[in-house]
């Protein structure tokens, strides 16, 4: 019997770089409220949003993808020929078949990378970074692209009142590769279905089709159910990261959990019990929740404006829809 060869994998792997592109359309509260009864000040108490990025018809998924990974393949110093896999995460693209991250990975120029789609909301990031992380130890990929990227003002309802305010476009991308020492932790993930109503797509694309609802699909959700979710459940699986890894909150330099909500995100560093030195990713403020985006958006402004910098020790942690969550320590690129 003939014995397969060991892979030619690497011991570790790391995030090398990262990039982001935001749409050029700033839409602030007040474009928000010509569709809901609701105020300024109600919205930002809520959620902490003041403006959101909302795409025009050029900003397609595909093409905020290429912006986003251009600036993530150089700001880690590699070329687009040496990416092996483009792993994409959105719930917005809207053709079932073929994957974008095929259309990405051509216009890169990358040399017949392998390519896929997957659908993890907001958790998206994670779970592709994960994935990404098993393609370099485990050798079929030296480096790996990993995207989160939507265009939600395509699934939401402006006549919402709960979820409105709430979504922006954007894609963020991350460069994976070989690292000479543990660089991305252990991941905790996993899903919880029997809440999976909580946050969902209105109807199926079907009852459109068929004429059965005449309103196009949206994202709709139970806010104060997510809200006690995301709070305490989460805040147990950060921890369980931080344990995974070897890292207490006082060895932290960051944290970047998914920008659904300011007040999600203040209710978890209280419950984590996070020290004042701890720099925290807010950029729902100006983004809004751009789901699987949102990490790596976030991730990419800290940077940018020097709140963070290379060699910082992150907890990310993304939540939603499903419902699933994915959470880890990383090093910063």
Not at 88 to 108: W, Y
Not at 134 to 148: H, K, P, Q, R, T
């Amino acid at each position: 019997m003939g014995k397969i060869r060991p892979s030619k994998g690497h011991p570790y792997a790391r995030i090398l770089g990262v990039g982001g592109y935001r749409p050029t359309r700033v839409v602030p509260n007040e474009v928000i409220l010509e569709t809901i009864d609701s105020s300024d000040e109600w919205i930002r108490s809520r959620s902490g949003i003041e403006t959101r990025h909302w795409a025009n018809d050029e900003e397609t998924v595909a093409a905020m993808s290429v912006e986003a990974s251009g600036k993530a393949i150089a700001d880690a110093g590699i070329t687009a020929q040496q990416i092996g896999a483009v792993v994409v995460s959105t719930v917005s693209h809207f053709k079932q078949t073929p994957a974008v991250a095929t259309e990405i990975a051509d216009k890169l120029g990358t040399d017949k990378a392998a390519a896929f789609d997957i659908s993890a909301g907001c958790a998206g990031f994670g779970y592709g970074l994960t994935l990404a992380k098993g393609m370099v130890v485990e050798g079929s990929a030296e480096y790996v692209l990993v995207i989160g990227v939507e265009r939600l003002s395509d699934l939401t309802d402006l006549e919402d009142r709960a979820t409105a305010f709430l979504f922006g476009d954007g894609a963020g991308a991350v460069v994976v590769g070989p690292s000479a020492e543990p660089a991305i932790g252990p991941t905790v993930w996993g899903s919880e279905g029997d809440k999976s109503e909580t946050i969902k797509q209105t109807v199926p694309w079907t009852d459109y089709r068929d004429g059965t609802v005449e309103k196009f699909p949206a994202i709709t959700q139970e806010g104060q159910a997510v809200f006690r979710w995301a709070v305490f459940e989460m805040a147990k699986v950060a921890k369980e990261a931080l344990d995974a890894a070897g890292i207490t909150a006082d060895e932290l330099d960051v944290f970047i959990p998914h920008q659904a909500n300011e007040r999600i995100i203040d209710s978890m560093v209280k419950t984590l019990k996070l020290p004042a030195s701890v720099k925290v990713a807010r950029d729902v403020r100006t983004t809004g929740n751009t789901s699987a985006a949102s990490i790596p958006l976030a991730m990419e402004r800290l940077l940018a404006t020097g709140e963070a910098k290379s060699g910082d020790t992150a907890l990310v942690i993304g939540f939603g829809a499903g419902l699933v969550y994915a959470a880890t320590v990383v090093t910063l690129p």
